[in-house]
């Protein structure tokens, strides 16, 4: 690490500095599961009515499939490109590009618009705070992001998973009280919310691709390819681990509200449901600490989020795919300084641009806009599964995976985009399909990147596991 320019040199990030809890950690601090439960149920009851845990569960089973695939991938390839190598090994460079190029976009969004969210919880929690405009919080929570991702990946990492362990056990109190009082009067204890109760067919469709938008970012661990111990074992656990500890905490998170609820409807108008159910079944006195770790998880989702950009958008100025700056690092935290730099500025532009005055619209919109992305290069990955394994004579059961993921994944990436949703959201698609044309054009008009893209050492990584033998990868 002899090259220095502006406080940053060029080298490598931390060998084995994260072990599997902060792994395992990263993943959980995208999906952000204590906070999406203190809301989500509320808006998810809006739509299915009483099916959301039905809605839940049937998206884990989606989940599983594009987790295992990138498991799979995972154990064979360990580096920071996570989808970038994946894709770019299994299908080709110009795809590992366009398949990143995508979640970055999903990264930078979700850094942007989780901040925005916070911001506004923030200023909602006392009114003198109001008075204070919510692009300045998102800029002092992104600052101390920034710090965070700066001095050390282990203590972003397990500070998101620390906050996740403390949200999720006081979510489990508050349902042994709402058990414990044999839930609403009148309503009780029911499997209902695990029946479709007459929902038609797209309606439940509906709620499974919003469950599945809910916990999803599972993948996010995979980027910690080049930091963490053990990675070919600790990452490909930590990606299933997070998708069943984020998808069973959803699963009965939104029962519990359920059955606390008079009704569904009740539920629905009901903005905060988490903290109506504490009041209501422990003690009013513990409202605020429902606020604190609501707060708390939502930040999580902000320091995984810009830790996932950071470190993929460090692989592509590694590679030469952009600027080399990109690929720099802290002369001595080993940190991508520069590229976290670009992800907390992207993130903070973005939301203020598409604000539309509210940060309760910057988190809508911004939010929407990372999922669909994620969305597609999750398909994008399946593709790049089902061509690797059968190319290489996997298993017959890693073949299957993907190949039984590709419909699955796509279904709820057509159903996120069609019908094309009304203005304002509208936009929001076409701003999604508008970012992936930009990507093919700029690997279509520049014979360079093309070049560099065909020489990355990341495409040529040998694969571990159990593969036929076959050519160098």
């Given at each position: 690490?002899?090259?220095?320019?502006?406080?940053?040199?060029?080298?490598?990030?931390?060998?084995?500095?994260?072990?599997?809890?902060?792994?395992?950690?990263?993943?959980?601090?995208?999906?952000?599961?204590?906070?999406?439960?203190?809301?989500?149920?509320?808006?998810?009851?809006?739509?299915?009515?009483?099916?959301?845990?039905?809605?839940?569960?049937?998206?884990?089973?989606?989940g599983?499939?594009?987790?295992?695939?990138?498991s799979?991938?995972?154990?064979?390839?360990?580096?920071?490109?996570?989808?970038?190598?994946?894709?770019?090994?299994?299908?080709?460079?110009?795809?590992?590009?366009?398949?990143?190029w995508?979640?970055?976009?999903?990264?930078?969004c979700?850094?942007?618009?989780?901040?925005?969210?916070?911001?506004?919880?923030?200023?909602?929690?006392?009114s003198?705070?109001?008075?204070?405009?919510?692009?300045?919080?998102?800029?002092?929570?992104?600052?101390?992001?920034?710090?965070?991702?700066?001095r050390?990946?282990?203590?972003?990492?397990?500070?998101?998973?620390?906050?996740?362990?403390?949200?999720?056990?006081?979510?489990?109190?508050?349902?042994?009280?709402?058990?414990?009082?044999g839930?609403?009067?009148?309503?009780?204890?029911?499997?209902?919310?695990?029946?479709?109760?007459?929902?038609?067919?797209?309606?439940?469709?509906?709620?499974?691709?919003?469950?599945?938008?809910?916990?999803?970012?599972?993948?996010?661990?995979?980027?910690?390819?080049?930091?963490?111990?053990?990675?070919?074992?600790?990452?490909?656990?930590a990606?299933?681990?997070?998708?069943?500890?984020?998808?069973?905490?959803?699963?009965?998170?939104?029962?519990?509200?359920?059955?606390?609820?008079?009704?569904?409807?009740?539920?629905?108008?009901?903005?905060?449901?988490?903290?109506?159910v504490?009041?209501?079944?422990?003690?009013?006195?513990?409202?605020?600490?429902?606020?604190?770790?609501?707060?708390?998880?939502?930040?999580?989702?902000?320091?995984?989020?810009?830790?996932?950009s950071?470190?993929?958008?460090?692989?592509?100025?590694?590679?030469?795919?952009?600027?080399?700056?990109?690929?720099?690092?802290?002369?001595?935290?080993?940190?991508?300084?520069?590229a976290?730099?670009?992800?907390?500025?992207?993130?903070?532009l973005?939301?203020?641009?598409?604000?539309?005055?509210?940060?309760?619209n910057?988190?809508?919109?911004?939010?929407?806009?990372?999922?669909?992305?994620?969305?597609?290069?999750?398909?994008?990955?399946?593709?790049?599964?089902?061509?690797?394994?059968?190319?290489?004579?996997?298993?017959?059961?890693?073949?299957a995976?993907?190949?039984?993921?590709?419909?699955?994944a796509?279904y709820?990436?057509?159903?996120?985009?069609?019908?094309?949703?009304?203005?304002?959201?509208?936009?929001?698609?076409?701003?999604?399909?508008?970012?992936?044309?930009?990507?093919?054009?700029?690997?279509?008009?520049?014979?360079?990147?093309?070049?560099?893209?065909a020489?990355?050492?990341?495409?040529?990584?040998?694969?571990?596991?159990?593969?036929?033998?076959?050519?160098?990868?």
């Amino acid at each position: 690490m002899a090259d220095q320019a502006g406080g940053a040199a060029a080298g490598s990030l931390k060998r084995d500095s994260v072990g599997f809890f902060g792994t395992i950690g990263l993943s959980l601090g995208i999906q952000a599961p204590t906070a999406g439960i203190a809301l989500i149920p509320a808006v998810m009851a809006g739509y299915v009515g009483p099916s959301g845990p039905l809605c839940f569960l049937l998206g884990v089973v989606v989940g599983l499939f594009i987790a295992g695939t990138f498991s799979l991938f995972a154990r064979r390839f360990a580096s920071a490109g996570s989808i970038y190598t994946f894709n770019g090994i299994g299908i080709g460079p110009l795809f590992g590009f366009i398949s990143a190029w995508l979640l970055v976009l999903t990264y930078v969004c979700y850094t942007g618009s989780i901040a925005a969210q916070v911001a506004d919880y923030f200023g909602a929690l006392w009114s003198p705070l109001a008075v204070v405009p919510w692009p300045v919080y998102v800029l002092i929570l992104l600052g101390i992001v920034g710090y965070l991702s700066y001095r050390s990946i282990q203590v972003s990492a397990v500070t998101a998973a620390v906050v996740e362990a403390v949200g999720l056990t006081f979510i489990l109190v508050v349902a042994l009280f709402v058990l414990g009082h044999g839930a609403n009067l009148g309503h009780g204890i029911t499997a209902q919310g695990f029946t479709p109760n007459g929902l038609s067919f797209g309606s439940l469709a509906f709620g499974i691709v919003f469950a599945f938008t809910g916990f999803s970012g599972f993948e996010a661990a995979a980027v910690l390819g080049e930091e963490a111990r053990d990675p070919r074992r600790a990452i490909p656990r930590a990606i299933i681990s997070a998708l069943l500890v984020a998808g069973v905490a959803y699963i009965f998170g939104d029962w519990i509200l359920n059955i606390a609820f008079p009704s569904s409807a009740a539920l629905a108008h009901n903005a905060t449901p988490l903290l109506w159910v504490t009041q209501h079944y422990v003690a009013p006195w513990l409202a605020p600490v429902v606020d604190v770790v609501a707060l708390a998880s939502a930040f999580g989702g902000v320091v995984g989020s810009a830790n996932g950009s950071m470190r993929l958008m460090f692989t592509l100025g590694r590679d030469g795919v952009g600027s080399r700056q990109l690929g720099r690092v802290h002369p001595r935290y080993e940190t991508p300084v520069v590229a976290l730099i670009v992800t907390l500025v992207a993130g903070y532009l973005t939301v203020v641009f598409l604000a539309g005055g509210s940060a309760a619209n910057a988190f809508g919109y911004v939010v929407t806009l990372g999922a669909i992305a994620l969305l597609a290069a999750y398909l994008l990955t399946m593709v790049a599964g089902a061509w690797y394994f059968l190319h290489h004579h996997a298993r017959w059961y890693r073949v299957a995976i993907p190949v039984v993921g590709i419909p699955l994944a796509g279904y709820v990436l057509y159903s996120s985009v069609y019908p094309v949703p009304t203005f304002p959201y509208n936009l929001v698609v076409y701003a999604a399909v508008g970012w992936l044309v930009l990507g093919i054009v700029l690997v279509a008009l520049s014979p360079g990147l093309r070049q560099r893209l065909a020489a990355s050492p990341l495409f040529r990584l040998t694969a571990v596991g159990d593969a036929t033998p076959g050519p160098s990868v």
